[in-house]
Antibody, heavy 121, light 111 residues
Framework: QVTLRESGPALVKPTQTLTLTCTFS??????????VSWIRQPPGKALEWLAR???????YFSTFLETRLTISKDTSKNQVVLTMTNMDPVDTATYYC?????????????WGQGILVTVSS | QSVLTQPPSVSGAPGQRVTISCTGS?????????VHWYQQLPGTAPKLLIY???NRPSGIPDRFSGSKSGTSASLAITGLQAEDEGDYYC???????????FGGGTKLTVL
């Protein structure tokens, strides 16, 4: 049974750095063709893909946000960590982690429940 | 402005059929990249509905079907039920952006 769960702060201040952790089970990120992505959704708005880390440690970022994002994995802990610098109120959103098989053109077959992050002073 | 264009809303009466379009370009759908569809019910995470243009994951009823042609794709829902009410998103890959792209989402209302 595949599960993913996001954790991190619910509230961050403008200019701070956000760190989110995705803890997953039911699969291994050391398995070929496996990857985990982060996706966000501002309240009432559409989904936006942010970043991806592959089984071989390759990383990929949204061209619109790549200067602010880093993504890493700890295979032994089954965790993927996303950091986003210089947070702004427009970054207020629900942040999801999701599994993709056969990147980069594959689908997200399992999603976490999401974590709402509010950016406010 | 989303890379993939969807109608903001569609509606239909119970039992009817609705379709949701997803229009892309030559760098995504038109380049041959697969289209996937997600259903997001109120207050929940997106759920995979259709993958690889036409395939349903296990547990998804055959009332849901997908198709793709040229630079567009469509999701069809037949036998509308009240429980289908929610938001629907298409997703593909864009070679110009080198990343995943989503549609702007379509809100389905069951009248």
């Amino acid at each position: 049974q595949v599960t993913l769960r996001e954790s991190g702060p619910a509230l961050v201040k403008p200019t701070q750095t956000l760190t989110l952790t995705c803890t997953f089970s039911g699969f291994s990120l050391s398995t070929s063709s496996m990857c985990v992505s982060w996706i966000r959704q501002p309240p009432g708005k559409a989904l936006e893909w942010l970043a991806r880390i592959d089984w071989d440690d390759d990383t990929y970022f949204s061209t619109f946000l790549e200067t602010r994002l880093t993504i890493s994995k700890d295979t032994s802990k089954n965790q993927v960590v996303l950091t986003m610098t210089n947070m702004d109120p427009v970054d207020t959103a629900t942040y999801y982690c999701a599994r993709m098989v056969t990147p980069p053109r594959g689908n997200f077959d399992y999603w976490g429940q999401g974590i709402l992050v509010t950016v406010s002073s | 402005q989303s890379v993939l264009t969807q109608p903001p809303s569609v509606s239909g009466a119970p039992g009817q059929r609705v379709t949701i379009s997803c229009t892309g370009s030559s760098s995504n759908i038109g380049a041959g990249f697969d289209v996937h569809w997600y259903q997001q019910l109120p207050g929940t995470a997106p759920k995979l509905l259709i993958y690889g243009n036409t395939n349903r994951p296990s547990g998804i009823p055959d009332r849901f079907s997908g198709s793709k042609s040229g630079t567009s794709a469509s999701l069809a829902i037949t036998g509308l039920q009240a429980e289908d009410e929610g938001d629907y998103y298409c997703q593909s890959y864009d070679s110009s952006l080198s990343g995943v792209v989503f549609g702007g989402g379509t809100k389905l209302t069951v009248l």
